[in-house]
């Protein structure tokens, strides 16, 4: 054997030990680093990586687990260098810690910024800003039961006294005789966030003897193992298990698809989010989001599960509450899986809307039609006089039609249809935001 401290070889357990030390440094220090939600990270997040590495690198994208659950490295090499992506799935709350504390480029969130976080942030980004806040996707939190469970659909308000254990049997809801199991995700996630704000709201608190899960495919897996189960998780889970029809106060059930997640009248729709730190955004990690933000990251979008933004005509099946107004006004139109919705007050777009406009204008290039295609319809939330509805419904669909103009479509036709056809509780919260909506209508080829 050579001694190390000879003039020959250097010894093989030395050399290993050197080249391991060297090699550390390069192997934790990643180009892009995405913290955050399980239901963004899972796939979704993995998908749009290696959809963008394709479209910057040479050769294919190498994607291996790097030795902690729930975390992913993508590597895409160049004929000069190589772009290394981590994207980590630990819960939304965890990725805002993760970009407050420097360690991520951007923030993967099933929920919209807290305040307290806006705080936490204030002086670096406004993370509320068109420049920070980026919507990548529609999901719906699907309600997921047994397959063999005869229930179809429940309200919200039924809903929360399941989870909060005011009801725990079946036969109470038309089903079985049978004790109901109660599956939640856990506190760090954005699923969480989200069921807790839409479902249980102030006024229930979650059972304690909820099983909690960091991810929800294992959740959907379980529930469709439990006959006397159920649970929610993202839409892109649901898996092998039975997807519930919602509904909140009046408005019709509502099952989760592409129409009614896409334009966010499904009660429990929500907008998955990646939020980066302003003028702190690294060129990287703005090429990433527009990448994701394009026609070509929306598509990924939905071969991942997800739903995407870029629209497409449906032809609605409009229900036997529909007036006979309304069936005439759209008889010759479909529907554009998009509604515009405000920021605040009764005018202004939100930035999921603003970026909507040119989502719009595609869709019309593609399909070789026209302003003259289109038709805006507005809706308010429930007022206590008419003819205000009528007003604030019009005030908002005019506003939409500038905007349109303002992006070289001009004249579309619109009109307001007051706070009649509403799709939640008339003064929730919840409810009120999307009542508060546009319909985009094109003409039927």
């Known amino acids: ?40 990270g899972a796939t979704l997040a993995p998908m749009l990586v290696e959809g963008f590495l394709n479209s910057q690198v040479d050769s294919p994208v190498i994607n291996h687990n790097n030795g902690t659950d729930n975390e992913t490295i993508l590597i895409g090499e160049r004929s000069d260098s190589s772009i290394r992506v981590l994207v980590a799935a630990h819960g939304s709350s965890t990725g805002f810690s993760a970009m407050n504390a420097g360690e991520a480029d951007i923030w993967a969130s099933s929920r919209p910024v807290k305040p307290s976080e806006l705080s936490q942030m204030a002086g670096r980004a406004d993370l509320t800003e068109l420049a920070s806040e980026h919507v990548i996707a529609i999901d719906g939190l699907a309600i997921l039961v047994h397959p063999s469970n005869p229930v179809n659909q429940l309200s919200i308000d039924t809903l929360a006294r399941i989870f909060a254990g005011q009801i725990n049997n079946w036969a109470e809801l038309g089903g079985r005789n049978q004790p109901i199991n109660l599956y939640a995700r856990d506190d760090r996630s954005g699923t969480w966030d989200t069921f807790k704000s839409l479902v249980l709201r102030k006024n229930f608190t979650l059972d304690v003897a909820a099983q909690r899960y960091e991810s929800n495919d294992q959740l959907s897996d379980d529930v469709s193992r439990d006959p006397a189960s159920i649970g929610f998780a993202g839409l892109a889970s649901a898996r092998s298990s039975k997807v519930l029809a919602i509904s909140d106060g009046n408005a019709p059930a509502l099952k989760p698809n592409q129409l009614t997640v896409a334009s966010e ?57 529909t007036p006979v107004t309304f069936k005439s006004l759209t008889g010759n139109y479909q529907r554009l899986t ?42 308010a939330d429930a007022q206590s006089d008419e003819l205000r509805a009528q007003m604030i419904s019009e005030l908002r669909a005019l506003s939409v039609r500038k905007a349109l103009a303002g992006e070289g479509l001009r004249d579309v036709a619109y009109t307001g249809y007051g706070h009649y056809m509403p799709v939640g509780t008339a003064g929730g919260d919840s409810g009120r935001q999307r009542n508060g909506r546009v319909e985009v209508w094109v003409r039927t080829p």
């Open 265 to 321: 009248d499904y009660p429990l729709a929500r907008r998955l989010f990646m939020y980066t730190p302003g003028d702190q955004t690294t060129p990287l990690a703005k090429a990433f989001i527009e990448f994701a933000l394009s026609q070509q990251g929306q598509a990924i979008v939905s071969r991942s599960g997800f739903v995407s933004q870029n629209p497409i005509a449906v032809k609605p099946a409009l229900n036997d509450n």
């Open 1 to 40: 054997m050579n001694n190390p401290h000879s003039g020959g070889a250097l010894h093989y357990p030395f050399m290993w030990l050197l080249a391991t030390i060297l090699w550390l440094p390069l192997a934790q220090a990643n180009d892009l680093a995405i913290h955050g939600s399980n239901t963004v």
């Open 338 to 379: 998009v509604n515009f919705r405000f920021s605040e007050g009764r005018t202004r777009l939100d930035n999921k809307a603003q970026r909507d406009l040119s989502r719009v204008l595609n869709y019309l290039d593609r399909h070789n039609q026209s302003a003259d295609d289109l038709l805006l319809i507005g809706f």
